[in-house]
């Protein structure tokens, strides 16, 4: 007896399983958005040589301590934001600038992925004393 070795497809029929698109909680890519945050200071820092040479001296402090951080990788406590945050005010005087709105920008969105990092562990430990407290 002999195998064919072409199988007609006309009597088969096809299965597609869709799924929409799902996102991955924030909660399970802490991690991830930690890194983020760091990715996105460096990036920031980078940019330093683009600012003008009068805005690179005035926020000269303030760069110091956020490339210590860097080098720490430490975006996501307290610190590390309140840092940012004081760079970013600082930068308001040099507005309208396009390089110091891009370097604000970048800076934001560190700032923006720190505090989204400490949102997720706040709300884990709330919910863990909520757990454990009504026992």
Known sequence: ?????????????????????????????????????????????????????GVADDIATE???????LELRDTIRDGARAEITLCIDRLEAFLPDETVEAFRDALTRALTLSQRVAD????????????????
Not at 19 to 30: A, C, F, K, N, W
């Open 1 to 53: 007896m002999s195998v064919p070795n072409i199988i007609p497809s006309g009597n088969t029929h096809r299965i597609i399983l869709s799924s929409p698109d799902q996102r991955t909680p924030d909660i399970d890519r802490i991690q991830d958005i930690a890194a983020d945050a760091t990715g996105a200071l460096r990036a920031a820092l980078q940019s330093v040589s683009e600012l003008s040479e």
């Open 120 to 135: 997720l562990i706040a709300a884990e430990q709330d919910l863990r004393r909520i757990r454990w407290g009504s026992r």
């Open 63 to 69: 760069l110091t301590a956020l490339e210590r951080r």
